[in-house]
């Protein structure tokens, strides 16, 4: 199991300010293309943007002699994987996609919002949803079911690499989440995307006052020449 690592305040205050869509544009420049996890939307609308390391949980498909109520005691399980996250993570679980077996209910997620999870990201569903709602834990997922994780789901690690909605997540990658969904940062590419996100996000927002102030949109995105002066004039004055 890799160690986890946390992230620093300044860098959570610059992702904070950066929108998902504009980190996936950045990514696509340095070649990502696939870093958005298909599935992972806002359990709660209005959820806030927050940004996190992952922490990885895994599940496999059911295999009866392994997924049962007493796996839930095993010392490989998801109350065990639980006790191992770090204050703000983002904990991101594989669960294949399988939409009939919710992997957390509301004591679990409870405990993760006591230990100061920042998030839970899943490519699965959640249950007892009244229930997790109450614990204010955020949450991006694919919906809910009633059916335990075990109805489907074989537990069995946390803090290795997973697939969560069709992206591959290593741990200690890092994650942002907001109304768009869940966008992966390898980690090697955070210190690139501080230094180019802001930006990028700088020069959408003036963008958009030219839209509303009549300009058309040939040559002012993408930028032609004239544009870009016009721009960088802006920010000198």
């Not at 997790?132 to 994780?149: F, R």
């Not at 992966?184 to 700088?202: G, S, T």
Request: with cysteine; hydrophobic share 45%; net charge negative.
């Amino acid at each position: 199991m890799t160690e986890p690592l946390v992230l620093d305040d300044q860098t959570i205050a610059t992702l904070a300010g950066v929108s998902t869509a504009t980190i996936t544009t950045v990514l696509l420049k340095k070649g990502l293309r696939n870093v958005w996890l298909r599935g992972t939307r806002p359990l709660r609308p209005g959820q806030p943007r927050l940004v996190g390391r992952a922490f990885t949980l895994r599940f496999v498909p059911a295999r009866e002699d392994l997924a049962t109520p007493e796996s839930w005691a095993s010392p490989i399980s998801t109350r065990a994987a639980i006790e191992a996250m770090p204050a703000g993570c983002i904990a991101v679980v594989d669960a294949m996609g399988v939409t009939d077996a919710g992997i957390f209910g509301d004591i679990l997620c409870a405990r993760m919002q006591k230990r100061g999870v920042a998030a839970l990201v899943t490519d699965g569903v959640v249950r007892d949803v009244a229930g997790v709602l109450g614990t204010g834990l955020p949450i991006w997922c694919s919906g809910v079911a009633a059916p335990p994780s075990v109805a489907g789901l074989t537990f069995v690690g946390w803090q290795e690499p997973i697939a969560c909605g069709g992206v591959a997540v290593f741990p200690n990658d890092v994650v942002v989440v907001d109304e768009d969904g869940a966008v992966l940062i390898p980690a090697a590419l955070l210190p690139e995307v501080l230094a180019h996100a802001p930006e990028q996000e700088r020069f959408e927002a003036w963008i958009m006052n030219e839209v509303d102030a009549g300009v058309p949109l040939p040559g002012l995105y993408p930028p032609d020449a004239p544009t870009r002066a016009r721009y960088e004039a802006s920010r000198k004055g």
